[in-house]
């Protein structure tokens, strides 16, 4: 449940709630008191209605009754009816506080009872409007004093929030509850302040956290293009100083090819020393000779005698000492 305003409620309890703002203004306090009170029966998280609820019943209850009525008031059944009803049915535990602090509108423990129902069904401006009342007649209630903040923290007052969590840990600086809190509040703070909460959302976006939104636009190519330059370079740096150790290394020399490509030098040559290729390596140029032969229309009819031997086991069947390759060329143009 969300607190609401003037807007958000029924016109039939907009107009009695009107009513009731007439009455407060003619001092017929007891008439407002009234129709206040009913309109927040009906419509609980109406805030407008409980802050002149109670301006209403402060009006009316002047400094405050004597020490037999606080004593009544503390032990009447209407707030025990209300600790009763707090967990089952909260709502109902904040009208029966409020029944008791129409005659007693000092009352701390209606008030304190009526603060953990607002909590409990997500009413946090509900509960600081009575919680404050609690914390200025006790400043030094540490418990107050935390809640106090805790719902300050839920209403969105991060500051007033963070002003008596500081207070707290300067009365004493051992109490690491409050230190908690505290770190936890700091870490809320920034989050809020730099824009990181529309992380939560589902479209959330670093985009939406910054104002401008041409200029995440642009940061974003920037940075994809820097990164991008910067990684294959330190990718090329490292698999040339891999092929110095490895030179026969075909592998190292298809990426950095690869990589050369990707940056658009497509001129580029990658030399290897002749005294560095391997057998694999020498037929894997015989097989690419093979290849641009055939794409010119030139048929081979015997393998080199690299490859060969080694289909062979190492046998060569010719026994020649030379490399003898018999090339037949088709004519297509005949």
């Not at 904040?94 to 423990?109: F, I, M, S, Y």
């Not at 910067?230 to 030179?247: C, F, I």
């Not at 015997?302 to 490859?307: A, D, G, I, T």
Request: hydrophobic share 40%; with cysteine; glycine share 6%.
């Amino acid at each position: 449940m969300a607190e609401k305003s003037l807007n958000d409620i029924p016109r039939a309890l907009r107009e009695q709630f009107d009513r009731g703002m007439a009455a407060y203004n003619k001092q017929n306090l007891d008439y407002a008191i009234t129709l206040f009170t009913d309109v927040l029966q009906k419509e609980p998280a109406f805030y407008d209605c409980r802050e002149a609820l109670r301006a209403a019943q402060f009006r009316k209850g002047g400094k405050g009754p004597g020490l037999f009525k606080k004593f009544l008031g503390q032990a009447s059944p209407v707030l025990a009816k209300a600790q009763i009803a707090l967990r089952t049915n909260p709502p109902e535990a904040l009208h029966c506080a409020e029944e008791v602090l129409n005659e007693d509108p000092k009352n701390h423990a209606a008030h304190e009872l009526l603060a953990r129902a607002a909590m409990n069904i997500g009413l946090p401006r509900t509960a600081v409007l009575s919680l404050e009342i609690v914390f200025k007649a006790n400043p030094g209630d540490r418990g107050v004093a935390i809640r106090l903040a805790q719902a300050l923290v839920a209403a969105g007052q991060v500051a007033r929030a963070d002003k008596i969590y500081s207070d707290l840990l300067a009365s004493n600086p051992a109490d690491l509850e409050v230190a908690r809190a505290y770190k936890d509040l700091g870490a809320r703070r920034t989050i809020h302040e730099k824009g990181y909460a529309e992380f939560g959302s589902s479209d959330a976006s670093y985009r939406n956290a910054l104002k401008d939104k041409e200029e995440a636009v642009t940061l974003e190519q920037e940075q994809r293009t820097v990164k991008a330059e910067d990684v294959s370079q330190r990718l090329l740096d490292d698999h040339e100083e891999r092929l110095a150790r490895e030179p026969g290394n075909l592998k190292v020399l298809r990426n950095i090819a690869d990589l050369h490509a990707q940056a658009g030098r497509l001129g580029h040559r990658v030399d290897q020393p002749p005294e560095g290729r391997t057998a694999r390596q020498r037929e894997v140029a015989a097989l690419g000779k093979e290849r641009r032969w055939h794409m010119a229309g030139v048929q081979p009819l015997e393998l080199p005698r690299q490859r060969r031997r080694e289909q062979t086991g190492g046998i060569d069947h010719r026994g020649g000492s030379q490399l003898r390759a018999v090339i037949r060329y088709q004519n297509h143009s005949a």
